[in-house]
């Protein structure tokens, strides 16, 4: 009964693959078996393993929800391998077993190689609203000397420029919600309360529905910042590039904290910058912080101070040493 339950298994997900009835699949996959069984009479060989490429929608405590990529379906994939894994990966999947449980698709395996490949992912950009003129320097309180900010805003507000605002998938206004609910503030409240576990897991879900909600990234990359900045860089990233998809080539507009949508994105380039500067990369912090700063010249993020201290050569241990000694950094020379 086993072997003729796989069979008929085997011969439903070819059916799903390849849109054939039931009797030309089965044919298939008996001529296959067939040949391998001619290739290998004494049986022993093992049949190569069966490998696909999944993106990593959500993950439990021993499984990942996945979508195999050429696949309509999702899929429960458990496995041992999960521990550097998070959503918007893309990872290779190693099949033990297929099956189907009350009309859901599973799998046990080994996942190889999670890695960030944003267009493997098939992604519909976020669209972005606006595209008017901003005029920062004319309605906002500018930054004077001896502010070491000052010469560099002057710089970013030197002229107008075109203003957008992300859609409201990116801060968690998904379809179906009341307009002014966001399950990621919910999280965020839920980690403020010390309940953790359930911030995780509703993030897990908002990102089961889309992936695109950047704000998802950005709330999981804070819950692991403290205990492995190598972990939060990665949720950061990939909030990053799934944002990068909406802006053209060579983007110069404004993305302002003001506009609550643009959050989201901001936070993760925050977010991605704190840990390039604390796993040090010097370079490459000092150049996210300063794209930080041409998006939002205002900077509500407190980025110019990090700005700062890394152009006069403090490291993140010297920073975080002032902190606890009362200085944030945030002395005007």
Not at 222 to 239: C, D, Q, T, W
């Amino acid at each position: 009964m086993t072997a003729h339950r796989d069979l008929k298994n085997i011969i439903r997900e070819r059916q799903r693959k390849t849109g054939e009835a039931y009797t030309t699949a089965r044919a298939h996959v008996l001529r296959e078996q067939n040949r391998l069984l001619a290739s290998d009479p004494d049986g022993s060989q093992a049949p190569a393993p069966v490998r696909a490429d999944a993106v990593i929608l959500k993950l439990n405590g021993q499984s990942a929800r996945v979508r195999v990529l050429g696949e309509a379906n999702e899929v429960t994939f458990r496995s041992g391998d999960l521990w550097d894994v998070v959503p918007g990966h893309v990872a290779t999947l190693v099949f033990d077993r297929r099956w189907t449980w009350k009309g859901a698709a599973y799998a046990s395996g080994k996942l190889e190689n999670p890695r960030i490949d944003i267009p493997k992912m098939g992604l519909e950009p976020l669209p972005l609203d606006g595209g008017e003129l901003d005029d920062v320097a004319a309605h906002a309180e500018p930054y004077r000397r001896p502010d070491p900010y000052a010469p560099l805003w002057r710089k970013l507000t030197a002229k107008p420029r075109l203003s957008f605002e992300f859609d409201g998938i990116a801060w968690g206004a998904l379809p179906g919600l009341d307009a002014d609910a966001s399950p990621t503030c919910d999280a965020a409240e839920m980690v403020q309360a010390g309940d953790l576990a359930g911030a995780r897991e509703l993030l897990m879900e908002v990102l089961n529905s889309d992936l695109r909600c950047l704000d998802a990234h950005a709330h999981l990359g804070n819950m692991v910042f403290e205990r492995s900045p190598k972990l939060a860089i990665v949720h950061y990233e990939i909030g990053i590039r799934i944002g990068e998809l909406s802006l053209p080539a060579g983007f110069d507009g404004l993305l302002v904290w003001g506009l609550i949508y643009n959050r989201p994105f901001l936070r993760c380039l925050r977010g991605y910058g704190l840990c390039l500067w604390r796993l040090g990369k010097v370079a490459e912090a000092l150049v996210t912080f300063e794209r930080i700063l041409s998006l939002n010249p205002n900077d509500n993020q407190g980025v110019r101070f990090c700005w700062h201290n890394l152009r006069e050569g403090r490291s993140w241990e010297e920073m975080q040493a002032d902190e606890e000694a009362g200085d944030d950094g945030r002395r005007e020379h």
